[in-house]
């Protein structure tokens, strides 16, 4: 597996013919060879919340880790420790100080896309023979498939989320945050918060809570443990 | 003027001087009457500035006046700005510059340096677009929507109080308020103001051994484990600079009140020479002088001590009127979702003089003021927003050299059926570790950076 590391350089050209100044963003990719063994050390500190399976609360407290694509995972982590998202709670627990370098948490993400997904995560209220869910389903279809995937996959070449199998409660709860200026999320996914009706995202959400998982990427049953935390 | 006019104008001058110099905490009243007569002519203009507006920028907008510069109001102010941006903040606070209680038991062990914890709240008025005023606010009306400050006063379209707590000395029999003040300053609890924290730090570096009395109040005081956190810290500091001491530690609750068994733990196998602690310790009084404390079966004798006595709510609440004649903290009646007093949705009440039962510490004070300027917010713009609980979350550490602490993080929820909040989803770290003790400090980085720079 390769894990990559983004992180942003921004360099300021000044041009001597004009007042005008030219500033490009330089994306500077540092590749990692995981250790899945120090990984799984690595991960006691996360699994104190998100709990040894990595699957979150179905209340939505937490959310499911487990399933989504290491890119999606390496860009989070690194947001929170930086303060460019914001989570008080977590970010004590991804600093240098805390969790290490770039190398544990490269190995930190390849343990977490080992461990199977939740097969009974947090659903939304509406089911799928309600209008509701219907709705939902159009509204998925117009706005989301094209980034997210028609099976809500989500893309990892290009840091696009995976929904499938993430609870409802927290895709419900990071929408209202985004609403709120409380969370920064790429132009394209704010324009659409924006422009949808909150009760219309919710239904959006709805839908994608019940969209069906690939059976190989699930645990066995709900009532799987992690082993290696037993 | 007339003799009877003379009369009333002296009455009045010398109540106007009782009033300022009971203020000013300290501060020697007029030896005698012909010496209180002296000083009329000098107390007028004071009281005079009182009844001026203050100094401070006209509202460009509806103006929200936040009373308390700690983690609530701090966060509040920077949060009303992000939620309605046409809101006009005012922070108003009696300190000159903030000093965080949390992570100072760290810094009594020198984990951490007094910069740490120190922060400016220029800084944190000039990064997130509000102002500040550096005043003690003297009360408050409510028909006419103005604060009263020592530097004027100031109108308000919302009044967030967020003034905390105050030692509730007579609940250990300490009623005088000249004792109480004496206690204040020999034995500061160290839990509201920062001259507290220097001075129990010096006496922890100066202390030549014997013995040293901590005390854990009954009730909800503010922070729960700081009381057991700080035993461990300051037998850590007697074992490191091989101190002979012992630290009574006396508990006025039944037994230890959260990471029991981890305090537990550490009392047993970390400072087993060191630590005495003394479950269902009902303080009874303490004699200042004889420095000799009282429970109610047992005395003690020590050579030096922090007391911290049970907590009550700012009386500035009291003093308004406002308190619930049902509430042991003297908290005002206030609508348990929507923080604003039952019969006035322009004045909230939050941080650790809230009346809900939740933990009193940073951390649910920063999270529950982003939610209540939510809701102010929402008042002012319209629309309704749906409550959600606090989150509480404490590190403690227990050992130095290398700092390790546990960690609890936890929620709330409301009982319908015995109209009672109690813990919800809870997630306890008894075990103590090096991460723990750097999350800790990281934590708090985190929290100043919100509530100060970015």
């Known amino acids: 597996m390769k894990i990559t590391c983004y992180s942003f350089i921004t360099a300021i050209v000044f041009s001597l013919s004009t007042a005008a100044t030219a500033v490009e963003p330089i994306r500077v990719v540092l590749e990692f060879v995981p250790d899945i063994d120090n990984g799984r050390r690595t991960f006691d500190i996360c699994a104190r919340c998100h709990l040894p399976e990595a699957w979150g609360n179905n209340d939505g407290t937490y959310p499911q880790l487990a399933g989504q694509h290491v890119n999606v995972l390496m860009k989070q982590l690194l947001d929170i420790r930086s303060g460019r998202r914001v989570i008080p709670s977590m970010q004590p627990f991804v600093q240098q100080r805390t969790i290490g370098g770039y190398q544990n948490i490269s190995d930190v993400v390849a343990y977490i896309s080992t461990l199977p997904m939740n097969p009974a995560h947090g659903r939304g209220p509406w089911p799928p023979e309600s209008a509701e869910y219907r709705e939902g389903g159009e509204l998925y279809e117009q706005y989301c498939a094209s980034c997210h995937g028609a099976a809500g996959e989500g893309n990892n070449e290009l840091s696009y989320p995976r929904l499938q199998g993430q609870h409802y409660s927290y895709m419900s709860r990071q929408a209202r945050l985004v609403r709120n200026n409380m969370r920064r999320v790429k132009p394209s996914m704010a324009a659409l918060l924006a422009a949808l009706s909150a009760e219309d995202f919710d239904k959006v959400l709805n839908y994608i809570s019940y969209l069906p998982l690939p059976q190989a990427d699930l645990a066995p049953s709900a009532a799987w443990r992690n082993p290696d935390f037993q | ?454």
Not at chain 2, 17 to 40: F, K, M, R, T
């Open chain 2, 1 to 454: 003027m007339t003799e009877q006019e003379k009369l009333s104008r002296r009455r009045f001058l010398q109540a106007g001087g009782a009033v300022l110099a009971g203020n000013a905490v300290g501060v020697a009243a007029p030896a005698s009457a012909s010496e209180a007569s002296d000083s009329l002519p000098q107390t007028a203009p004071a009281l005079q500035k009182l009844l001026r507006r203050a100094a401070v920028p006209a509202a460009r907008g509806a103006r929200v006046v936040v009373v308390g510069g700690g983690w609530s109001g701090l966060t509040l102010a920077k949060y009303l700005r992000r939620f309605n941006p046409a809101f006009d903040v005012i922070l108003i606070d009696k300190q000159s510059a903030f000093v965080s209680f949390p992570v100072s038991n760290a810094w009594l062990a020198d984990q951490v340096d007094l910069d740490f914890l120190s922060h400016s709240f220029f800084d944190a008025a000039n990064n997130h677009g509000y102002h500040f005023m550096q005043a003690t606010v003297l009360g408050f009306d409510r028909d006419s929507r103005r604060v009263y400050t020592e530097a004027g006063y100031v109108d308000y379209d919302y009044l967030v109080l967020a003034p905390g707590i105050e030692y509730d000395y007579p609940r250990i029999g300490v009623e005088d308020s000249e004792a109480r003040n004496l206690l204040f300053h020999r034995y500061p609890g160290g839990f509201v103001t920062s001259s507290e924290l220097l001075t129990i730090k010096h006496k922890i570096q100066r202390f030549r051994g014997g013995t040293f009395v901590l005390t854990v109040p009954s009730g909800e005081y503010r922070c729960t484990a700081a009381p057991y956190e700080r035993a461990c810290m300051v037998a850590a500091v007697f074992k490191r600079q091989r101190v002979r001491a012992k630290i009574l530690l006396l508990d006025m609750n039944t037994d230890i009140k959260i990471k029991q068994a981890g305090f537990k733990r550490a009392f047993e196998q970390l400072y087993g020479d060191y630590i005495e602690y003394l479950p269902s310790s009902l303080i009874s009084n303490v004699d200042i002088e004889g420095r000799r404390i009282e429970t109610e079966f047992d005395e003690y004798d020590f050579d030096d001590a922090i007391i911290y006595p049970p907590v009550r709510t700012s009386s500035l609440i009291e003093e308004a009127g406002l308190a619930d004649p049902h509430s042991p903290q003297k908290a005002a009646k206030t609508d348990p979702f929507r923080y604003h007093l039952v019969d006035d949705e322009r004045v909230y009440v939050t941080g650790d003089s809230r009346s809900q039962p939740f933990s009193k510490g940073g951390h649910t004070a920063h999270s529950e003021a982003q939610y209540v300027a939510e809701v102010i917010a929402g008042h002012a713009l319209g629309h309704d927003v749906q409550w959600r609980s606090p989150q509480t979350m404490c590190f403690s550490a227990v050992d130095i050299e290398p700092l390790r602490a546990m960690s609890i993080i936890t929620y709330y929820k409301f009982n319908q059926q015995s109209g009672l909040f109690a813990f919800d989803r809870t997630h306890l770290i008894e075990k103590w570790d090096t991460q723990g003790g750097q999350a800790s400090l990281a934590w708090a980085e985190g929290m100043y950076r919100d509530m100060f720079y970015v």
